[in-house]
């Protein structure tokens, strides 16, 4: 069982992912796919007139501030445009894709966070109504059922809040939770760079190899929203799953790449 989580920044490449999942899976590789989609509601929120707001904790965590209506747009480009997407390029290719959010079926289960303590020009403040949280529990059941029936599970968040309500979740560390409780060997996190970079953005730069013990020790490389890669492959590793790559996903053949070796790879 391999675990895919594609990003959703500019300059992914969902065709390639795809065509290569479609490759992948009709030579029986079992495998559910993760997607996020921050780029695409970043831009529809501006459009809908009601901007993006990040705010950056005081240990440095950049996260989306998910009021309601943020949320209710979140939700109509992750679980409606992307995730729609995903799925009809995979019927396209021939696969009985079904593509779900955290929500159906309880699949991505945490605690939801209704405050967050954001930096705002040197002094600490605290912002409430933020529907967000961390998953702290997977329910399987009903992607082992798809998967036992020949249906390719293509998972979003929002996540499940205990009292039912939905939460925005990092997509990273969910894909981390899933590779875990699904015993996965091995986790992909595509992205639009080609792994973690010692010196970003040099290419060139890139690490290969990290020792699944020292996964941590690495956070200082990454900036912003690439901490969360980092965490999640920490939680991954630490949780039995075998490997986790942080790979390209913008030309080629990306997963069968990363698959290969190519990118970083956490063991
Ligand atoms: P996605 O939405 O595709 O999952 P994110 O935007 O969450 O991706 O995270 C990937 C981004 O992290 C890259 O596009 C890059 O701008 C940024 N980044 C920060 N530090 C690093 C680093 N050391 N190596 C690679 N990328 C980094």
């Known amino acids: 069982m391999i675990v895919v989580k594609v990003g959703g920044s500019a300059g992914i490449d969902y065709g390639a992912v795809c065509a290569d999942i479609a490759n992948l899976w009709k030579s029986g590789q079992k495998l559910v796919l993760v997607h996020g989609g921050s ?51 995979l019927q396209r290719l021939g696969v009985n894709a079904v593509g779900l959010s955290g929500l159906d079926g309880r699949i991505f289960e945490g605690k939801h966070k209704d405050s967050v303590r954001s930096v705002e020009g040197g002094k600490v403040k605290v912002l409430r109504g933020d529907h967000t949280g961390t998953v702290e529990k997977v329910n399987t059941g009903l992607i082992e059922l798809l998967l036992g029936a020949g249906y390719l599970p293509v998972l979003t968040p929002p996540a499940v809040s205990y009292e039912g309500v939905a939460i925005n979740v990092d997509g990273d560390r969910a894909a981390a939770a899933l590779a875990v409780a ?11 760079v080609p792994g973690l970079l010692r010196d970003y953005p040099d290419e060139a730069s890139l690490i290969r190899t990290i020792a699944a013990s020292d996964v941590e020790s690495y ?35 990306p997963v069968s790449a990363a698959l290969a070796g190519a990118g970083t790879v956490v063991q």
């Open 39 to 89: 780029g695409e509601t970043n831009r529809v929120a501006e459009a809908l007139g009601h901007p993006p707001k990040f705010v950056t904790s005081p240990s440095g965590y950049t996260s989306r501030f998910t009021d309601r209506q943020t949320l209710e747009i979140f939700e109509m480009v992750y679980c409606g445009k992307i995730n729609k997407g995903i799925v009809e390029r």
């Open 219 to 253: 956070l200082e490389f990454a900036q912003d929203r690439m901490k969360k890669k980092v965490l999640g492959a920490a939680e991954a590793v630490k949780g039995g799953v075998g490997r986790v790559i942080f790979g390209d996903a913008r030309a080629g053949e």
């Open 182 to 192: 699904l015993k996965a060997s091995t986790m992909l996190l595509l992205s639009n």
